[in-house]
């Protein structure tokens, strides 16, 4: 690892206003945990859950991951600076302002307000660096819709589907869903977790279903059902890419929704995949394609499915995904040989 002279400063953000701000704690305590302080100093920005207020961190980390971190004694209210020369936040101290200065920034916000483009777009005018994909990427690859039409542009297959907003007709999108076929998959454009998305078996519950994701969305998508396992890969870089063993999750019922994704009560995860090298390599190489066409940098997992015959189908981009030490992303990346603490080092020494 490459130590810098002076310890640079790294603005970690968690918490944030969208529907994983529990899982935001989770992984930014296991990120904040492995920074090497003595070549970085962390500043830890808590984004309430409520009011989306900026608060400046100066806690026990351990109160981060119980969400008990919100107090008055170590709770600064802060707020971003759009004065360039700044690149960081201003705060008042004994009626004076005050201001503290980022090198760089680190997201570690799941979802919306966080994953999906704005803070990384409200960073980028404040002139501060995003470790992690920059605001356009995190938009795209947040909007299913958008990210599997220029996949698919691209030669990679996807799931067909068709997006409606609230003004659907019941009578034409009953015909569409019969023309996909049962089961079929109701998705939240953007949206992240499962949050929102049913699998729909029967007509009787296709109405409900969207209803439900309208809650999370005002777009929404039914997408047909792909034969097949879902698998992932973990890809770490911006010009030189590395990329970890490829993961598979197995499932016993049903699809990896919220609950599967932080207990698996019934579904297993398998590093490396039971598949061939020559499957393995083939998803990999596909993975690395996607992370290129859809701008993404420094760090994403890209989702796929693995059908019996062998066909790979684009699924999704997470580029904020989940980062504990039991996630799916940072164990594709321990199966090739690096720790949690060598994956956070990387990405704080990597150059855009």
């Known amino acids: 690892m490459t ?15 969208s529907t ?35 608060f400046w961190y100066r806690g026990e980390i351990a109160r981060i991951e ?12 802060v707020f971003p600076s759009t004065d360039r020369t700044v690149h960081g936040i201003c705060y008042c101290e004994n009626n004076t302002p005050k201001t503290i200065s980022f090198d760089a920034a680190l997201p570690v916000l799941h ?4 994953e999906d483009g704005t803070l990384q777009g409200l960073l980028e005018l404040m002139g501060v660096r995003i470790i992690g994909c920059g605001s356009l990427s995190s938009a795209l690859c947040m909007d299913k819709e958008l990210a599997h039409r220029i996949v698919s542009m691209n030669g990679i297959k996807t799931a067909r589907s068709i997006a409606l907003n609230k003004d659907y007709s019941p009578q034409e999108i009953t015909s569409y869903a019969l023309e996909l076929g049962y089961p079929l998959f109701v998705k939240p454009v953007r949206s992240g977790s499962s949050f929102g998305i049913s699998r729909v078996s029967e007509e009787k519950d296709l109405l409900p279903a969207i209803e439900a994701a309208f809650a999370h969305d005002s777009t929404v998508i039914l997408e047909e059902l ?7 890969c973990a890809v770490l870089g911006t010009k030189d890419l590395i990329i970890g063993e490829v993961d598979e999750i197995e499932l016993s019922d049903g699809f990896f929704d919220y609950t599967e994704k932080y207990t698996l009560k019934t579904s297993s995860i398998h590093v490396p995949a039971r598949i061939t090298a020559e499957q393995s390599d083939k998803i990999k190489k596909t993975a690395l394609m996607i992370y290129r066409l859809l ?10 499915f693995l059908t019996p015959k062998g066909d790979i189908y684009f699924n999704e981009v997470n580029t904020i995904p989940g980062f504990t030490s039991h996630s799916r992303y940072p164990n594709m990346l321990k199966a090739i040989g690096l720790s949690f603490g060598e994956v956070i080092n990387r990405l704080l020494e990597m150059e855009e």
């Open 295 to 304: 701008g993404c940098s420094y760090f994403a997992r890209v989702d796929l």
């Open 3 to 17: 130590i810098p002279d002076t310890p640079k400063t790294i603005a970690v953000f968690f918490g944030g206003c």
């Open 111 to 114: 979802g919306k307000n966080g």
């Open 20 to 54: 994983e701000y529990e899982v935001s704690l989770q992984s930014a305590c296991a990120v904040i945990q492995n920074i090497d302080t003595a070549s970085y100093t962390p500043v830890f920005i808590g984004i309430d859950r409520q009011s989306g207020q900026w």
């Open 226 to 232: 792909i034969n097949g396992f879902e698998v992932g």
């Open 66 to 77: 119980n969400d008990s971190w919100q107090s008055d004694e170590d709770c600064t209210p």
